[in-house]
Each structure stands twice: as structure tokens, then as C-alpha cells.
């Protein structure tokens, strides 16, 4: 069973801000999810998919954020630090508590968006990676070349799910008082 946190009014402000925002990327990503389907983009060439790309970063960020909002609530709201974290302290924090499998998927889902975000996507590009960045080469482009497919989607899109599933399942209550 888990713990219920209980909030400050700014603490609540800041929760019904949060999960309104998830909420928000929830229907946007259905409507992605909806749209690839009715396109058939994982039929398609990248170059095709644009729908397939956008749906990537924003599950990719959907998941990097829900890691961050656990390490928070299960923090009693009270570390508002977790969500600068980078992802090695990130990962470092959640991912001991995770089953393997669904560790290895919180890493994937963190990889897809330091892909997407900081590296260039299609092509990435190696700098900074080959100075010691957060991942290596190596690490960039097995990710890459599983995201650049489209056939993948189903795959991808079902590790990214096991990783919001584990949080839901794993996140204290919060009740919101103002």
C-alpha cells in the first residue's frame, strides 16, 4: 500500500500544475498514437513519419518527467531539486528500486530523449559524447538505430509504457490540500 503526502497550499499549486501538465501530454500523445495508426506510419520510412517522431519526443519527455515527478512525491514534496536533475543522478536514484527489465526500460526511455533532444535526430551528431558525455557512442547509435524505424513503434512504445506503468503503480498518494 502506499503512503499518502499530504501538501502545503503552494505544494498543491504546484502538484494540480504538474498533473495537469501530464494530463495534458496524456491526450496529446493519444491523439499522436491515434494519428500513426490512422496514417500506418510504421509502415513508412522516416522520412514519411513525422507524427512517429513527434510521439517520441514527447513520450521520450513524458517519461523523463514522470521520473523526476516520483523521485518528488516520494520525497513528501518536499526535494524540488529532482527536477534538475540530469539524468545520471536521475537514473541513479530510481532505477536501483526498479525491476531489471524495467530499469533497463528507464534507460532506453532516457536515451530516446537525450537522442532526440540534445544529440540531432536522425543523424546524430558525437560530439559531446565522445568527450565523456552522459552516454557513449556506442549507447547513441543502438538507440538511434532502434528509434529511426518506424516498424519499431509497437516495441519502443511498449518499453516506454512498462516504465509509466512501474510509476503509477510505485507512486505515493498525494492529497492535495489547499
Not at 513528501?76 to 529532482?82: E, I
Request: glycine share 6%; net charge neutral.
Amino acid at each position: 500500500m502506499c503512503k499518502k503526502t499530504r501538501t502545503t497550499p503552494e505544494q498543491a499549486l504546484d502538484g494540480v500544475a504538474a498533473l495537469g501538465n501530464a494530463n495534458h501530454w496524456t491526450s496529446w500523445l493519444n491523439h499522436l498514437e491515434e494519428r500513426m495508426n490512422t496514417e500506418s506510419e510504421s509502415k513508412k520510412p522516416l522520412s514519411d513519419a513525422a507524427t512517429y517522431v513527434a510521439w517520441l519526443l514527447l513520450s521520450s519527455e513524458h517519461v523523463f518527467y514522470s521520473l523526476r515527478w516520483f523521485l518528488y512525491v516520494d520525497s513528501g514534496l518536499q526535494n524540488g531539486a529532482v527536477f534538475n536533475n540530469q539524468y545520471k543522478p536521475l537514473l541513479s536514484a530510481v532505477t536501483p528500486r526498479m525491476p531489471p527489465k524495467v530499469a533497463a526500460d528507464a534507460v532506453f526511455a532516457v536515451r530516446v530523449r537525450h537522442i532526440l533532444v540534445h544529440k540531432g535526430f536522425p543523424n546524430p551528431q558525437n560530439a559531446p559524447t565522445r568527450r565523456g558525455g552522459e552516454f557513449s557512442e556506442e549507447d547513441v547509435w543502438e538507440v538511434r538505430g532502434k528509434i529511426a524505424s518506424p516498424s519499431n513503434y509497437q516495441e519502443i512504445k511498449g518499453r516506454l509504457d512498462s516504465v509509466l506503468r512501474w510509476i503509477a503503480q510505485n507512486t505515493p498518494d498525494v492529497e492535495f490540500e489547499l
